[in-house]
């Protein structure tokens, strides 16, 4: 099977949406399919594109490898995590690149795969499905637009929103099926009128390495370390963790790291260097590969993110990760990632931005090293029985083959029909 995955981000990038469809791909071409990957050219979050990719951008195409996938990159408009125009034009360049170099420069998939945010991507994911008569598999990671409202980037009654509103709609209605990342994520679709049995859920998951890199407890000397590893962006409300570590100012016991980059870096930064936040160290972005490594070398990871309806959709990637090293988790947000921690017995959860919940969990974690232990090893267990990344790859490999089959038995009978239809001479 020919899978053709079109995705904003990709490694180098760091995040989320750039870890699952590098996981996933990578997974499918391992069992044997011929996997491509239609996608940008790296420069998320700075707006900057990496030295080793600045010749090939001014080209604008390549084609590289990646673990046995063929990765074309097309051009971008390169823009930081920021700013409504130049965000816009950075997502309205992809569309357009990848919808033109797909349609001339790649081999004709068996199945598409459009992974959105940015619903532009599921746009050419689209273009191409149309271009080459391929059934076209909607990802969402995010609902989108409503999850730019939850961040405060727009307005629910702007036109803008209406506007992406009709366009994730029509999206839905011409996918040939729809996957997601959260039970609740579908439900939200389904009850927007479209049938459930068009819409699958495929969690993200955890590549080994993340396993590989946990088991064994933080050191035991040395100071208490809370971690924030990810992006620093509007819908993370970043300054929860910095107005706790506040409470520990001149406690040399614990201190706070924040690894990752992002448009509100500047800001965090900042609102740090105002309220004297020396137990505070923003390390930046770290490739993937080192991302085991610093949960490991922390004794409490936080996930935190703004209070809004909306965020009750969606299970950070970067907890599973977290519990697949071991280490126990503070959660800020509430809704599915909520009941899912729950489960897994894996940490403590708090109200989303309250600050004197955070530091009573934080100090009660201190105190209990056993019951901190405790709690990472759970989360561990947890992970590695429902989401390792190689299951969710064959589950999703399956629902692709399905329609992939679906289609081929269906342009089979329209070319008998024709065949028929054309009289005897």
Same mark, same amino acid.
């Given at each position: 099977m020919r899978i053709l995955y079109v995705t904003h981000y990709f490694p180098p990038e760091m995040g989320a949406p750039a870890g699952r469809v590098a996981g996933l791909s990578r997974l499918w071409a391992a069992a044997g399919h011929d996997v491509h990957v239609l996608t940008g050219f790296p420069h998320h979050p700075t707006g900057r594109i990496p030295a080793e990719y600045r010749q090939?951008?001014?080209?604008?195409f390549l084609r590289e490898n990646f673990h046995g996938v063929t990765v074309h990159r097309t051009w971008i408009y390169p823009a930081a995590n920021r700013g409504k125009i130049r965000r816009s034009l950075n997502y309205g360049s992809f569309l357009l690149s990848a919808s033109v170099v797909g349609s001339l420069r790649l081999p004709c998939p068996d199945v598409i795969v459009a992974t959105s945010p940015q619903l532009l991507c599921a746009v050419a994911g689209a273009v191409l499905a149309r271009r080459f008569n391929a059934p076209l598999v909607m990802e969402v990671r995010d609902l989108w637009p409503e999850s730019l409202v939850a961040v405060g980037a727009s307005q629910k009654a702007s036109p803008l929103v209406r506007g992406l509103e009709a366009l994730a709609h029509g999206l839905y209605s011409r996918a040939a099926h729809i996957v997601t990342v959260t039970g609740a994520q579908r439900e939200a679709i389904v009850n927007g009128g479209l049938p459930g049995d068009r819409v699958s859920v495929i969690p993200n998951g955890v590549d080994r390495e993340f396993f590989d890199a946990g088991g064994a407890p933080p050191k035991g000397s040395?100071?208490?370390?809370?971690?924030?590893?990810?992006?620093?962006?509007?819908?993370?409300?970043?300054?929860?963790?910095?107005?706790?570590?506040?409470?520990?100012?001149?406690?040399?016991?614990?201190? @706070?790291?924040?690894?990752?980059?992002?448009?509100? =870096?500047? %800001? #965090? *930064?900042?609102?740090?260097?105002?309220? &004297? $936040?020396?137990?505070?160290d923003f390390?930046?972005?770290?490739?993937?590969?080192?991302?085991?490594?610093?949960?490991?070398?922390?004794?409490?990871?936080?996930v935190?993110?703004?209070?809004?309806?909306?965020?009750?959709?969606?299970?950070?990637?970067?907890?599973?990760?977290?519990?697949?090293?071991?280490?126990?988790?503070?959660?800020?947000?509430?809704?599915?990632?909520?009941?899912?921690?729950?489960r897994a017995r894996a940490g403590i959860a708090i109200e989303p931005e309250n600050v004197s919940q955070l530091v009573a969990a934080i100090r009660e974690l201190q105190r209990d090293a056993a019951r901190s232990r405790a709690l990472g090893q759970n989360?561990?267990? @947890?992970?590695?029985?429902?989401?390792?990344?190689? =299951?969710? %790859? #064959? *589950?999703?490999?399956?629902?692709?083959? &399905? $329609?992939?089959?679906?289609?081929?038995?269906?342009?089979t009978v329209e070319s008998r029909k024709q065949i028929n239809s054309v009289p005897e001479s």
């Open positions: 090939a951008f001014r080209r604008g040395g100071p208490f370390i809370v971690t924030y590893i990810g992006t620093l962006g509007m819908a993370h409300r970043l300054e929860t963790l910095l107005d706790a570590a506040a409470e520990f100012r001149g406690d040399s016991s614990v201190c @706070f790291r924040i690894v990752g980059e992002g448009a509100r =870096r500047g %800001a #965090l *930064e900042s609102y740090a260097r105002q309220n &004297r $936040l020396d137990n505070v390390i930046g972005e770290r490739p993937r590969g080192e991302v085991p490594r610093w949960i490991a070398e922390s004794d409490v990871c936080a935190l993110l703004r209070k809004n309806e909306v965020f009750r959709t969606v299970v950070p990637s970067k907890m599973l990760e977290i519990m697949a090293v071991g280490r126990p988790l503070l959660l800020g947000v509430d809704g599915e990632a909520k009941r899912l921690l729950d989360g561990r267990e @947890f992970v590695s029985h429902e989401f390792l990344r190689e =299951r969710l %790859a #064959l *589950e999703y490999s399956e629902i692709l083959q &399905r $329609l992939v089959l679906s289609r081929t038995r269906l342009n």
